[in-house]
C-alpha cells in the first residue's frame, strides 16, 4: 500500500461518498471502506485491473477519466481523490475543474518534480530523472505534465481553488505546507498531497 | 412436438394488458430450472433468453437435443455457479418453445394466431415472467441477467419492479434499439416474408414452413453476431471443400457454406412468426421513452446493484451504447459497475468461453452475493 494512502485516509470523514479516478487495483477503495466505511466507487482504464477490482467486490467503472468524468453530476461524492496520476492527463486544468465540480472537495496528490534528488540528478546526470516514484524513461512515460508542489500550490491560487490542507510527504512522514516553508517544502518533499475546494 | 408438450409450464390465469392494448390470459409460460432454492429464497436468479434463445439455459435441451445456449456461463461451479444459485429461465412470450406465442390455436377461432397473434414488447415479456416469483415466492431475487435481448429484458425488469432484486446484469445490450438494430431485423422480416411459403403468416394450417426466408433471416443475422476479424480469422477466403473457384453459384467459399449451414439447422429449431414477432419486440424496445426521455428515470425507484458488461468487438451493440446505460445510472448516483471485455468474437462474445468475461461474471455474483 502506498504510505500517501494512510493520509488520504484521515482526511475523509467516516461514511461519506467517495470517487477514487485511476483507482487501479483498488487498494484505497478496499482501505477506505475498511477505516472509514465510505460508499465508494473507482474509475480505472486498465481492463486487467479494472477486472481486478469486480473480482474484490468493488464498484468499479472501466473507464478513461479524461472523458468519462463529465457523467456524474455536480457534487455526487463527498470526495473525489485522484492519486499521484495528475500528471498523466492530457488536460490537467479540465480534469481538476471536473473534480472539483464532482466532488464537494478534492483530494489530490502529486509526485513533487521540485524534490531536490529529481533536481540533483537532472543537474548532475543531465538526464530525465528516473526514480521510485517516476520509474520510466522519457519516451515512455505516461506522465506528460509533471509538477513541483510549487507550481501546483501557484496553479490552485491562479484558478482559486481553495487548498484546505496541504501536506508534504517526506521520508513517508507528513508536514503542513505553508506560504512561508514553500520553498522548503518544495526541495525536500516528493509528494504533495492537497484537499482542494471550490 | 411430444418433446415440447412434456415443457415445464405455468399457466397464468392472472390477465395481463399488453402495450398493444390487448389483455391476455390463461397463457403458459414455459420455464426450466436449474440448481435449487434455498429456505431463505435469496438465492435466485431469472436468467433472460435473447432472440432465438429459449429456457433451456444449460445442460441439454430435450426439444433439439443440443447443448443449453449458456451451458459455458451456467452450471455446477461456473460462472453461474448451480450448486449455489437457484437459475429460473422462461421462454419469453411470442417464443416457440412452449410460451404462449403465434404458432399457438387461438381459443376463439380455434385456428393457430399466426400473424392474429398481439405484437408484444419487451415490457410484455418481463410482465410475463414475473408471475414466476410468486409461483416460487420469491419476494426478491439475488439476480437478473442476460445478454443481448436478455440484456433489455433485465433493465426492463428493474424499471418494473424495483425492489424485486438485489443485482442486475445487463450485458451487450442496449437501452433503445437504434437504427442499424432496426434494419437487419427489417431485412431479416422481409426474408421470411418474401418466402412463398410463409402465407401471411398461416403456413401452419397448409403443414409446410417458409424455410428459405428463415433461413437468409438468420444468415443475416449471424453475421451482425460476429466481427469482422473473427470472421477473417476464421474463414479468410478459405474455399469450401474444392481446390479452385466452380465460377458458379455454388457455396465456394467456407463463410458461404457456414452461413448455409447456420441458416438450416436454425429452421429446423424455430418458428418464423415467432422470428417476427421477437425482432419486433427487440425494435420496438426504447426504455428512454418510456420515461419522458431520460433512461435515468427509469432506475430512480431500485437500490439493485448493476453491473453493466460489453465485448470491444461487438458491433450490434457497442459498448458506447451499454456505456450509456452506465451514464444513466451514473447520473442518479445509482451504484453501477462497468467492463469492456477484450474479445474478437463480436457481439456473440456472451454466448461463448470467452475466459475474462466468464471469470468476471463469476467474480461480480459470487461477491456480491457473500455481501447478503
Redesign the interface.
Given at each position: 500500500m502506498k504510505p500517501e494512502f494512510k493520509i488520504i485516509s484521515d482526511l475523509i470523514s467516516k461514511e461519506s461518498?467517495v470517487l477514487d479516478v485511476g483507482c487501479g487495483d483498488g487498494i484505497l477503495m478496499e482501505f477506505l471502506i475498511k477505516e472509514k466505511n465510505v460508499d465508494v466507487r473507482g474509475i480505472e482504464i486498465s481492463?486487467s485491473k479494472?477486472?481486478n477490482c469486480?473480482?474484490?467486490?468493488?464498484?468499479?467503472?472501466?473507464?478513461n477519466a479524461e472523458k468519462d468524468l463529465e457523467?456524474?453530476?455536480d457534487n455526487?461524492f463527498d470526495y473525489v481523490v485522484l492519486s499521484q496520476t495528475l500528471q498523466a492527463f492530457l488536460d490537467p486544468e479540465k480534469v481538476i475543474n471536473e473534480l472539483l465540480r464532482i466532488g464537494k472537495q478534492a483530494i489530490v496528490t502529486i509526485p513533487n518534480f521540485g524534490y531536490w534528488k529529481i533536481r540533483l540528478h537532472l543537474l548532475l546526470k543531465g538526464t530525465m530523472p528516473v526514480t521510485r516514484t517516476l520509474p520510466d524513461e522519457w519516451y515512455n512515460t505516461p506522465n506528460i505534465h509533471l509538477c513541483t508542489i510549487k507550481d501546483f500550490v501557484f496553479f490552485s491560487k491562479k484558478n482559486k481553488f481553495k487548498l484546505s490542507k496541504s501536506l508534504a510527504l517526506r521520508h513517508n512522514r507528513p508536514s503542513l505546507i505553508k506560504d512561508k516553508n514553500l520553498d522548503i517544502k518544495n526541495l525536500s518533499s516528493n509528494l504533495g498531497i492537497f484537499l482542494i475546494e471550490r | 412436438m411430444n418433446a415440447i408438450e412434456k415443457l415445464k409450464t405455468l399457466l397464468i390465469d392472472k390477465p395481463l394488458k399488453l402495450d398493444c392494448g390487448q389483455t391476455i390470459s390463461d397463457f403458459p409460460l414455459a420455464y426450466e430450472t436449474y440448481g435449487s432454492l434455498n429456505e431463505n429464497k435469496d438465492n435466485a436468479i431469472l436468467i433472460f433468453h435473447a432472440l432465438t434463445g429459449d429456457q433451456f439455459v444449460t445442460g441439454s435441451n430435450p426439444v433439439t437435443n443440443k447443448d443449453g445456449w449458456w451451458s459455458f456461463a451456467v452450471g455446477p461451479n461456473k460462472a453461474i455457479d448451480t450448486n449455489k444459485y437457484f437459475v429460473i429461465c422462461a421462454n419469453v412470450i411470442g417464443g416457440c418453445m412452449g410460451s404462449f406465442g403465434p404458432s399457438h390455436e387461438n381459443p376463439k377461432t380455434k385456428k393457430i394466431y399466426g400473424t392474429d397473434f398481439p405484437v408484444i414488447t419487451i415490457n410484455d415479456m418481463v410482465n410475463a415472467q414475473i408471475n414466476l416469483l410468486d409461483f416460487f415466492k420469491i419476494k426478491k431475487l439475488f439476480s437478473v441477467v442476460g445478454g443481448s435481448m436478455g440484456g433489455m429484458q433485465v433493465l426492463q425488469f428493474v424499471s418494473n419492479y424495483p425492489d424485486r432484486t438485489k443485482t442486475a446484469v445487463p450485458i451487450a445490450c442496449t437501452s433503445s434499439h437504434s437504427a442499424q438494430n432496426i434494419a437487419f431485423n427489417e431485412l431479416g422480416r422481409q426474408a421470411i416474408a418474401a418466402d412463398h411459403n410463409w402465407l401471411d403468416g398461416k403456413y401452419t394450417s397448409k403443414n409446410i414452413v417458409p424455410d428459405k426466408g428463415l433461413a437468409v433471416a438468420r444468415m443475416a443475422a449471424h453475421i451482425t453476431y460476429l466481427s469482422k476479424k473473427g470472421l477473417q480469422e476464421k474463414f479468410g477466403r478459405k474455399l469450401q471443400e474444392r481446390d479452385d473457384l466452380k465460377f458458379g453459384f455454388d457455396a465456394d467459399f467456407q463463410i458461404e457454406s457456414y452461413l448455409r449451414y447456420q441458416g438450416s439447422v436454425f429452421v429446423d429449431r424455430f418458428d418464423a412468426n415467432s422470428y417476427l414477432y421477437i425482432t419486433r419486440a427487440m425494435d420496438y424496445f426504447d426504455l428512454a421513452k418510456q420515461y419522458n426521455g431520460n433512461l435515468s428515470n427509469a432506475f430512480k425507484k431500485t437500490k439493485a446493484k448493476f453491473f453493466i458488461i460489453s465485448f470491444t468487438s461487438d458491433w450490434l451493440y457497442p459498448t458506447q451504447e451499454n456505456k450509456d446505460i452506465v451514464i444513466a445510472l451514473n447520473a442518479i448516483g445509482a451504484n453501477v459497475g462497468f467492463v469492456e471485455i477484450e474479445s474478437d468474437k463480436g457481439h456473440d462474445s456472451f454466448l461463448l468461453d470467452v475466459p475474462d468475461f466468464l471469470k468476471t461474471l463469476k467474480n461480480f455474483l459470487d461477491k456480491s452475493y457473500t455481501e447478503i
Open positions: 461518498r481492463k479494472a477486472q469486480i473480482s474484490k467486490g468493488l464498484t468499479i467503472i472501466e473507464g457523467q456524474f453530476p455526487s | -
